[in-house]
């Protein structure tokens, strides 16, 4: 039966593309029994889970040679990982559990799992085989909205988690160059940004790829596919009816206004939540928008901005695509250069720290200590407070780079 699913397996693994390492991958502790990649759609997750089984694969190839004419154990030949996708028909008849086992017999030690809200009480089912098959180590993606580690009663002490963002600009200019650009703290960054950005800049112009970055390079799938919009178009409704109304267990007939709701958001963002205005406007009770809203953010095509000391269910200050390349998504409308900008800043900043809106004049504090201004030009005179400016190349003064924050991871 493994056979079956180790031809897959070797198929997806050949043909996985994932063309640049993920910093994420140094970042896990793979030594972990339970593991939760999550991300949003379209970031590569898939791929970064095959991109992993390839390198184990290779270890133990290297291991299997070393052995070569020598006295070979049962364990050291044995296929040490396996990708599953959890749709796989053969899961409406057998259980995990049993896989599992089956696996474990046979002498692996890592499993990866994709699509695991497909099978039914998923939670349940992983946290019994962590409890029964010490040995072994498993891996699995997860959407967004899916309940891990302190939702989650069965995961919550066991579970390790992860998120896999977009390409960061970095990523992308790596990708695009060839080069090695390495990450930086937000302290060296904000202490150094001048000496920083001149260094990058004697290597590369970063402008030159920054405005492609916020069109397309956010997502993987840009270098796959010949229409981008058709792509990321494909990604958001896939968040809408499955990470949204599958996993949420909304009624399909909601749909038609879920998809109102987002297309006003792309239409103003960034912008102030009219709660009420916005449930005339669509049909639905305020209660219902501000879910819809939530449901909207969990899945990662919007970001909430709170002031510091609020959050969810009390109405947010302002709401933001998630990503420079949905705030693109709008056709009806040219996006202003500093919307975009701020919403690029937003993406940069929010995935390892905290970003809220405040009573000052500055547009967001991040960490609760940094104040933070968004500026499409720089400007003769240095800014009071540290300034990100979008269509800057080297930074002086409090003005920092914009790029230069896509540098974080």
Request: glycine share 4%; hydrophobic share 40%.
């Given at each position: ?129 962590y409890s029964k098959y010490k040995t072994l180590h498993i891996i ?120 109102k709701l987002l297309y006003i958001l792309m239409r103003e963002t960034p912008c ?138």
């Open positions: 039966m493994l056979d079956a699913f180790f031809r897959i397996h070797d198929f997806l693994v050949e043909h996985s593309f994932m063309p640049i390492r993920r910093k994420l991958m140094d970042e896990i502790d793979w030594n972990d029994r339970l593991i939760a990649i999550k991300g949003g759609r379209g970031v590569g997750k898939t791929d970064f889970l095959l991109s992993r089984a390839k390198e184990i694969e290779q270890e133990w190839r290297k291991r299997v040679e070393e052995f070569t004419g020598r006295r070979r154990t049962k364990k050291l030949l044995a296929r040490p990982c396996l990708y599953v996708n959890l749709n796989d028909f053969y899961f409406t008849e057998n259980t995990l559990l049993d896989f599992a086992g089956m696996f474990v017999k046979a002498g692996g030690t890592y499993l990866f799992l994709d699509q695991v809200f497909k099978y039914p009480n998923w939670s349940h089912e992983l946290r019994r085989c699995f993606c997860a959407t967004p909205v899916l309940p891990i580690d302190e939702e989650n009663p069965d995961l919550k002490d066991v579970v390790k988690t992860y998120n896999l963002r977009g390409f960061s600009f970095r990523e992308y200019l790596n990708l695009q160059t060839g080069l090695r650009f390495h990450s930086y703290a937000l302290e060296d960054i904000m202490q150094h940004h001048a000496s920083i950005s001149r260094e990058i800049c004697e290597r590369v112009h970063p402008l030159d790829y920054f405005k492609n970055y916020l069109h397309h390079g956010y997502y993987p799938s840009y270098l796959e596919s010949k229409s981008f919009e058709a792509a990321l178009l494909k990604v958001m409704n896939s968040q809408l009816e499955v990470d949204v109304l599958m996993i949420k267990q909304i009624d399909v007939a909601c749909l038609t206004k879920l998809r102030a939540l009219n709660i009420s205005t916005l449930a005339e406007e669509i049909g639905l009770s305020r209660a219902t928008v501000m879910n819809y809203i939530k449901y909207l953010k969990d899945s990662r095509l919007i970001n909430l901005l709170y002031m510091e000391d609020r959050t969810f269910p009390m109405k947010p200050t302002k709401a933001y695509m998630h990503n420079p390349n949905l705030a693109q998504m709008i056709f009806t409308r040219e996006v202003d250069p500093v919307d975009l900008y701020e919403t690029c800043f937003y993406t940069f900043i929010h995935g390892a720290h905290k970003v809220n809106a405040t009573e000052r004049n500055a547009m967001f504090i991040v960490d609760n200590k940094y104040y933070f201004d968004v500026k499409v030009e720089s400007s003769l005179r240095d800014t009071i407070r540290p300034t990100a400016v979008g269509e800057l190349e080297a930074g002086r003064g409090n003005q920092i780079p914009l790029w230069l924050l896509g540098f974080l991871y």
